[in-house]
């Protein structure tokens, strides 16, 4: 009685900040509310997201929300919206494996860069539980969120005010009855994953990113309370000691994952741990603007970049299955997207399907919606892209995003260009 009422009142609690945001921003709401049309895309040439080959100047029809049709002879629907591509080129929709988005504005930046799914890696309050609620009841368009709400951390910090129970860890997240507790917080608020730590952080100046936070044990009390609700676990670890007792506890992924030894890369490519490393984000700690302004993580960064580089070309030669991520909160500063992760890698030895994939089908797998999304083919969520050309001839063709679709609706569509 006690967990069917708890998980009814987060229920409501969601739905009452669902509406609060989108009071908050209202403009955001239009497009979603009407109702999900066909979309018929003419003279389309298609990278599915799993093939090596494209499909060229082919027919895609959306119907219902999803991919009803591929081919050069499809029946398209008489009521359908009709986009003729004249030879541009359709993927599925990005993934964002590690995101902070929180904000209405945060979600529609996200969305019309061509993500159209994102895992959040944690929200102060549980707004990514809230946006998630939206997207499904078609008050935003998307992209379509699994959340993580609090993330578990030795030190909540003003996470403690997002659930009054928290307030008994308010000295600290350690035991294993304090984890227990904070998974069982973050389940009752209905969440799809739970994010705890490794390692400290790299994007503050006053903590080393290499230092161990939880132990193997602390790890595998999470991942133990976790599996009891069904959620999978990924952690934040950018030293090796950490992430090894991360993997070794049972997480699905280890994000960043900057200093991990061969030993680590083993044995994630052993377990089929995913490996996210926001390689865009030591970009941004080095870079002027974005997220990250200060001088001493420029210097770490400067120091951080290489050794990720030489890690992240070590985790592709052991096998080890690595997704794109960009650990931003899509803020109107905010420099970072999947697009530049994708071309990153292509720059650190990946062929450009591997860097698609690692942006759609292999980071769907990675997400658990393998099924669902995350390539074009018949029967799947109808979240796609259009860009001007072949991002196997040229990666950087992917930073021009003109048609985003997301669960069937048209997001963004700045097509016909001429009058």
Same mark, same amino acid.
């Given at each position: 009685?006690?967990?069917?009422?708890?998980?009814?009142?987060?229920?409501?609690?969601?739905?009452?900040?669902?509406?609060?945001?989108?009071?908050?921003?209202?403009?955001? %709401?239009?497009?979603?509310?009407?109702?999900?049309?066909?979309?018929?895309?003419?003279?389309?040439?298609?990278?599915?997201?799993?093939?090596?080959?494209?499909?060229?100047?082919?027919?895609?029809?959306?119907?219902?929300?999803?991919?009803?049709?591929?081919?050069?002879?499809?029946?398209?629907?008489?009521?359908? #919206?009709?986009?003729?591509?004249?030879?541009?080129?359709?993927?599925?929709?990005?993934?964002?494996?590690? #995101?902070?988005?929180?904000?209405?504005?945060?979600?529609?930046?996200?969305?019309?860069? /061509?993500?159209?799914?994102?895992?959040?890696?944690?929200?102060?309050?549980?707004?990514?539980?809230?946006?998630?609620?939206?997207?499904?009841?078609?008050?935003?368009?998307?992209?379509?969120?699994?959340?993580?709400?609090?993330?578990?951390?030795?030190?909540?910090?003003?996470?403690?005010?997002?659930?009054?129970?928290?307030?008994?860890?308010?000295?600290?997240?350690?035991?294993?009855?304090?984890?227990?507790?904070?998974?069982?917080?973050?389940?009752?608020?209905?969440?799809?994953?739970?994010?705890?730590?490794?390692?400290?952080?790299?994007?503050?100046?006053?903590?080393?990113?290499?230092?161990?936070?939880?132990?193997?044990?602390?790890?595998?009390?999470?991942?133990?309370?976790?599996?009891?609700?069904?959620?999978?676990?990924?952690?934040?670890?950018?030293?090796?000691?950490?992430?090894?007792?991360?993997?070794?506890?049972?997480?699905?992924?280890?994000?960043? /994952?900057?200093?991990?030894?061969?030993? %680590?890369?083993?044995?994630?490519?052993? %377990?089929?741990?995913?490996?996210?490393?926001?390689?865009?984000?030591?970009?941004?700690?080095?870079?002027?603007?974005?997220?990250?302004?200060?001088?001493?993580?420029?210097?770490?960064?400067?120091?951080?970049?290489?050794?990720?580089?030489?890690?992240?070309?070590?985790?592709?030669?052991?096998?080890?299955?690595?997704?794109?991520?960009?650990?931003?909160?899509?803020?109107?500063?905010?420099?970072?997207?999947?697009?530049?992760?994708?071309?990153?890698? %292509?720059?650190?030895?990946?062929?450009?399907?591997?860097?698609?994939?690692?942006?759609?089908?292999?980071?769907?797998?990675?997400?658990?919606?393998?099924?669902?999304?995350?390539?074009?083919?018949?029967?799947?969520?109808?979240?796609?892209?259009?860009?001007?050309?072949?991002?196997?001839?040229?990666?950087?063709?992917?930073?021009?995003?003109?048609?985003?679709?997301?669960?069937?609706?048209?997001?963004?569509?700045?097509?016909?260009?001429?009058?």
């Amino acid at each position: 009685m006690f967990a069917f009422a708890t998980r009814r009142l987060a229920a409501l609690l969601a739905a009452l900040l669902a509406a609060l945001l989108a009071a908050a921003l209202p403009g955001a %709401t239009l497009r979603a509310q009407e109702p999900v049309r066909p979309v018929v895309f003419l003279h389309a040439n298609v990278i599915d997201g799993v093939s090596a080959q494209p499909l060229r100047d082919v027919i895609v029809v959306l119907a219902g929300g999803r991919i009803a049709a591929v081919g050069a002879n499809v029946a398209r629907p008489a009521d359908a #919206t009709v986009i003729d591509l004249h030879g541009r080129w359709i993927l599925p929709g990005l993934i964002d494996a590690h #995101t902070h988005i929180s904000t209405l504005g945060a979600a529609k930046r996200a969305l019309e860069s /061509g993500v159209t799914t994102v895992r959040s890696a944690s929200t102060s309050n549980f707004q990514d539980v809230a946006l998630r609620e939206m997207v499904k009841t078609g008050k935003i368009a998307g992209p379509d969120v699994l959340a993580a709400g609090v993330f578990i951390s030795p030190d909540l910090g003003e996470s403690v005010l997002a659930d009054p129970r928290l307030a008994a860890l308010a000295s600290g997240v350690n035991t294993p009855a304090e984890l227990a507790l904070a998974v069982e917080v973050n389940a009752d608020h209905g969440v799809d994953v739970i994010k705890t730590r490794g390692t400290e952080r790299a994007g503050l100046p006053n903590t080393d990113p290499r230092k161990q936070s939880y132990t193997e044990a602390q790890l595998r009390a999470v991942v133990e309370a976790a599996a009891k609700r069904g959620l999978p676990v990924l952690a934040h670890a950018h030293g090796d000691e950490g992430a090894y007792a991360a993997v070794k506890a049972g997480v699905k992924s280890i994000e960043h /994952g900057t200093y991990l030894s061969d030993s %680590t890369l083993r044995l994630m490519a052993q %377990t089929g741990a995913f490996l996210v490393p926001t390689y865009t984000t030591l970009i941004d700690l080095r870079d002027a603007g974005g997220d990250y302004d200060d001088p001493v993580l420029h210097v770490r960064a400067l120091h951080m970049i290489p050794v990720a580089q030489k890690m992240v070309r070590r985790a592709r030669e052991l096998g080890v299955r690595i997704v794109t991520g960009v650990d931003t909160q899509y803020g109107p500063q905010s420099v970072s997207r999947v697009s530049h992760e994708i071309i990153s890698f %292509t720059e650190l030895g990946f062929t450009p399907l591997e860097a698609i994939k690692a942006a759609t089908s292999l980071a769907a797998e990675c997400l658990g919606l393998s099924a669902k999304t995350g390539r074009i083919a018949s029967g799947f969520e109808a979240d796609l892209i259009v860009v001007e050309g072949n991002p196997l001839d040229d990666i950087r063709q992917i930073q021009d995003v003109t048609v985003v679709v997301s669960n069937g609706r048209v997001a963004l569509n700045r097509l016909p260009f001429g009058k």
